[in-house]
């Protein structure tokens, strides 16, 4: 049986843990900031629930290594809800020009990269890759540039300061989001290469 299989068949384990309730609790901020930022006037609690959501992505994880509450829910979870905050965040900033279109093309272009990759491992019977620390820095990274860019749109006292930070930041997430990719890349074809190799050893 192929490890990945074997490894979904043992279930998402415990479901009530502090870093999956974090994780859980970051999902909502999603739409919370989308309906701040996009729906009313209080851009200010808007920068305030990108904050907690970048702060909230270390928290969890370190949560779940410190209390050994760690699962497979939430190893889903967690990268779940970094991605649906990096997208709703880009496309937000992007539609009130915060954000120039070429960064959110390069940004989706990876996602794709990607999606076609778990795309291919899955049809190939493998689970996705382990998640690398080189992306989680990156997704770090831009979590925390986009509130920056947020506030240089919104305060002219921060500009001076806050807009150049929030672009070295945001420069080096996507440069690390766009390394995180290759490593992802590289990991996956180790890993349908040790399959088929169990595969031709086991016939």
Same mark, same amino acid.
């Given at each position: 049986?192929?490890?990945?299989?074997?490894?979904?068949?043992?279930?998402?384990?415990?479901?009530?843990?502090?870093?999956?309730?974090?994780?859980?609790?970051?999902?909502?901020?999603?739409?919370?900031?989308?309906?701040?930022?996009?729906?009313?006037?209080? !851009?200010?609690? +808007? &920068?305030?629930?990108?904050?907690?959501?970048?702060?909230?992505?270390?928290?969890?994880?370190? %949560? $779940? /290594?410190?209390?050994?509450?760690?699962?497979?829910?939430?190893?889903?979870?967690?990268?779940?809800?970094?991605?649906?905050?990096?997208?709703?965040?880009?496309?937000?900033?992007?539609?009130?020009?915060?954000?120039?279109?070429?960064?959110?093309?390069?940004?989706?272009?990876?996602?794709?990269?990607?999606?076609?990759?778990?795309?291919?491992?899955?049809?190939?019977?493998?689970?996705?890759?382990?998640?690398?620390?080189?992306?989680? !820095?990156?997704? +770090? &990274?831009?979590?925390?540039?986009?509130?920056?860019?947020?506030?240089?749109?919104?305060?002219? %006292? $921060? /500009?001076?300061?806050?807009?150049?930070?929030?672009?070295?930041?945001?420069?080096?997430?996507?440069?690390?989001?766009?390394?995180?990719?290759?490593?992802?890349?590289?990991?996956?074809?180790?890993?349908?290469?040790?399959?088929?190799?169990?595969?031709?050893?086991?016939?």
């Amino acid at each position: 049986m192929d490890r990945d299989e074997g490894t979904q068949r043992q279930g998402l384990g415990p479901v009530l843990t502090v870093p999956n309730l974090i994780s859980f609790t970051r999902l909502l901020g999603v739409p919370l900031f989308l309906y701040l930022f996009l729906a009313t006037d209080a !851009t200010g609690w +808007a &920068v305030v629930v990108l904050v907690v959501g970048g702060l909230s992505d270390w928290v969890d994880g370190f %949560a $779940a /290594r410190r209390l050994k509450q760690v699962s497979r829910l939430g190893e889903l979870l967690d990268p779940l809800a970094d991605r649906l905050y990096i997208l709703a965040t880009l496309f937000a900033l992007t539609f009130k020009d915060v954000v120039p279109w070429w960064f959110t093309i390069a940004l989706l272009a990876r996602e794709a990269v990607m999606v076609l990759c778990l795309v291919v491992l899955r049809i190939l019977g493998h689970g996705p890759p382990p998640v690398h620390y080189v992306g989680k !820095t990156a997704t +770090a &990274v831009l979590l925390m540039g986009f509130p920056m860019m947020l506030l240089a749109k919104v305060s002219d %006292a $921060a /500009r001076s300061w806050a807009l150049p930070s929030g672009w070295a930041l945001l420069w080096w997430g996507i440069v690390l989001y766009w390394v995180a990719a290759v490593f992802y890349f590289i990991q996956a074809a180790i890993h349908v290469r040790a399959g088929r190799l169990q595969a031709s050893d086991a016939s």
